[in-house]
Nanobody, 123 residues
Framework: QVQLVESGGGLVQAGGSLTLSCTAS????????MGWFRQAPGKEREFVSA????????SYGESVKGRFTIFRDNTKNTVYLQMGSLKPEDTAVYYC????????????????WGQGTQVTVSS
């Protein structure tokens, strides 16, 4: 049974930093992209970032470019999202995602989802 378990969410002040992690169990996602989406109350799920299996390719949503960094450790089956210069509008539930086929993730194409971790940025 595949599970994606996120951790690292919490409350942080604007301008602060937070690092999320997501560990996969049940299988190794060789050659698969791993990434992150987020969803704020009343809004659609939004792509945040994704990384290829090798780590050579990454993609970011426009709203987080230059502030967030994604990386992964395949020995631990874990993907990380380092978030900096956080803004109140970054407040959302952050979901880990695995897409077996594409780096440019869209919600309907994601094969596996984590349960989500709350990030709240206070002003």
């Amino acid at each position: 049974q595949v599970q994606l378990v996120e951790s690292g969410g919490g409350l942080v002040q604007a301008g602060g930093s937070l690092t999320l992690s997501c560990t996969a169990s049940g299988r190794t996602f060789r050659n698969s992209a791993m990434g992150w989406f987020r969803q704020a109350p009343g809004k659609e799920r939004e792509f945040v970032s994704a990384i290829s299996w090798s780590g050579d390719s990454t993609s970011y949503g426009e709203s987080v470019k230059g502030r967030f960094t994604i990386f992964r450790d395949n020995t631990k089956n874990t993907v990380y999202l380092q978030m900096g210069s956080l803004k109140p509008e970054d407040t959302a539930v952050y979901y880990c995602a695995v897409d077996l086929f594409r780096l440019r993730m869209i919600p309907s194409g994601v094969n596996y989802w984590g349960q989500g971790t709350q990030v709240t940025v206070s002003s």
